[in-house]
């Protein structure tokens, strides 16, 4: 078996149309990590691993009375991975490609090709230095309660929903980086049935990685759907999602720019839940006080 080869330092094809920030953010972290030589060791050392495991799944097979069945699964899973480690930077990446081209697909057919959250963010900050979005935090100083509580929630939207993208697209880079250097040394345990465990695991935390891009892209597909997905349709209908009706225009995009970091921030958690296959109960409780809060908020500020 050899090292890595050249192809791990190059984006593949289904790399370089992703359109996401979070997206490129990875495409870039994983460049720095093959340049630095962390794949290429990575995987030689994992093909040492690789030869004991195989080994200790033949040791498995004669500890059983000399299963043949145990004794040609572990030379098959010899074999699958050991392909996967000549190839393991083309093969990670192609695996991730697919579900970027999935996730753009969606977002092609339903939002136009763009970002909705990233589009969101600018028309959000384009709002406020026409609209002088200082003079809505004047309640702050007043010290009227409803003008105090419609400052906060205005500042806390306005500010939550940057930090919350920045972290989303830091977590995904972070996940998916540890998922890409440790991948050699974990898959390399496969052959051996003591450890094959800690690979299945992997693979499933290489699941719900890739899902969280899916999701994103389906959050704005849904956003664009129901036509919420830039300021100005928010500002247009005068509600969100049919919550917050009457409340003032800054305040509007406050609110809303809540709802939508907390759809960012729950992509993780629910894409663990997807691939886990116990989303029912969680996508129920998180509806149902979101739903209840919106309405409560909303009515505080009715005119």
Same mark, same amino acid.
């Given at each position: ?36 030589? %962390?794949?290429? @060791?990575?995987?030689?050392? =994992?093909?040492?691993? #690789? *030869?004991? &495991? /195989? $080994?200790?799944? !033949? ?76 003079? %809505?935090?004047? @309640?702050?100083?007043?010290? =009227?309660?409803?003008? #105090? *509580?419609? &400052? /906060? $929630?205005?500042? !806390? ?93 800054? $305040? ?52």
């Amino acid at each position: 078996m050899g090292g890595s080869n050249a192809a791990e330092h190059q984006f593949d094809v289904a790399a370089q149309i992703a359109m996401f920030y979070f997206q490129q953010l990875f495409n870039t972290a994983l460049g720095g990590i093959d340049a630095g030589g %962390a794949t290429a @060791g990575a995987v030689q050392v =994992a093909e040492y691993v #690789l *030869l004991a &495991s /195989l $080994l200790f799944g !033949v040791y498995e097979a004669w500890a059983r009375g000399g299963d043949t069945r145990a004794l040609g699964a572990a030379a098959m899973r010899y074999f699958v991975i050991g392909l996967v480690m000549l190839n393991y930077g083309t093969a990670f990446r192609g695996v991730n490609g697919m579900f970027n081209n999935v996730a753009n697909f969606i977002d092609n057919s339903t939002a136009g090709g763009g970002d909705v959250f990233a589009n969101w963010m600018g028309d959000l900050s384009t709002y406020w230095n026409n609209n002088n979005g200082m003079q %809505a935090l004047w @309640g702050m100083i007043t010290g =009227a309660f409803s003008g #105090l *509580l419609e &400052s /906060l $929630l205005l500042l !806390v939207g306005y500010l939550v929903f940057p930090v919350t993208y920045a972290l989303f697209s830091l977590f995904y880079t972070l996940y998916g980086s540890i998922l890409y250097v440790v991948g050699p040394f974990v898959l390399a345990l496969y052959p051996a049935f003591g450890f094959g465990q800690l690979a299945r695991t992997y693979l499933i935390n290489l699941m719900i990685f890739n899902a969280w891009g899916l999701l994103y892209s389906i959050f704005g597909a849904l956003m664009a759907a129901i036509n919420m997905n830039s300021v100005s349709t928010v500002l247009a209908s005068d509600n969100f999602v049919g919550a917050f009706n009457g409340v003032s225009g800054s $305040l509007l995009l406050g609110l809303a720019s809540i709802l939508l970091s907390l759809c960012i921030a729950l992509i993780p958690f629910l894409a663990r839940r997807i691939v886990e296959g116990d989303v029912g109960t969680t996508m129920w409780s998180v509806v149902s006080t979101t739903v209840v809060a919106a309405r409560g908020v909303g009515s505080l500020f009715k005119k």
